[in-house]
């Protein structure tokens, strides 16, 4: 409970995009059955989407502290591929995050940038492979190197089995002012198959605010 609580915090709501909270893990039969059940509801919640998030500055006070969104990018939709999995990011967001007294220890600071990154990583064949998007790193224009939070992130990696879609969210929080961050990279390491050969090179992501 307490994770969805900071993941709220955060401000995933005002990002997302359409799923707050916990990660989102299907296969691919599953989702194609249900897809002309769904189609007209997706199409709904898409377009709430849209006018959601277009809200920069916007300040939330909350029980853990005050979170100012200072930044969206959403519609990116940009593809890489690292063997068998398709690694597709559809949005990032910064953030200005103060913890209140009882919550500077747990969160690290106070005041603290927060990248947001939403995404969703497919496994398109039928074997068991591996990849660690909620373990990747972002590089800021700002000179920090910054590893994900796993402890408020989606469970978006780890093994496949089959063809398995994973969607959710990725939290990089740190120290520093997230209104001079004006681009990062966002670094994944490469996929593996079921013997833990690798897949290639590492998979690089460029964004800018």
Do not use: H, R
Not at 23 to 38: F, I, L
Not at 48 to 62: F, I, Q, R
């Amino acid at each position: 409970m307490i994770k969805f609580k900071m993941l709220t915090v955060i401000g995933l709501c005002g990002l997302v995009l359409s799923a707050c909270g916990e990660g989102e893990t299907t296969t691919k039969e599953s989702a194609t059955s249900q897809e002309s059940v769904t189609e007209e509801s997706v199409a709904v919640e898409e377009s709430a989407v849209v006018e959601s998030t277009e809200k920069d500055n916007e300040v939330n006070e909350t029980e853990f502290g005050t979170i100012t969104t200072l930044a969206q990018v959403k519609d990116i939709n940009e593809t890489q591929q690292s063997g068998p999995f398709n690694v597709t990011i559809e949005a990032i967001q910064k953030s200005q995050m103060q913890p209140t007294a009882d919550y500077v220890e747990m969160f690290g600071g106070e005041d603290l940038a927060v990248i947001t990154i939403q995404l969703s990583v497919e496994n398109t064949n039928g074997d068991t492979n591996a990849i660690y998007p909620d373990q990747g790193t972002i590089v800021t224009d700002t000179k920090q190197q910054v590893e994900a939070d796993m402890f408020i992130s989606d469970s978006v990696g780890g093994d496949f089995i089959g063809e398995v879609v994973k969607n959710g969210t990725i939290q990089f929080i740190f120290d520093g002012n997230a209104e001079d961050i004006k681009s990062f990279q966002y670094i994944v390491g490469s996929g593996s198959d079921s013997d833990w050969n690798n897949f290639g090179e590492d998979l690089t992501f460029d964004f800018s605010f």
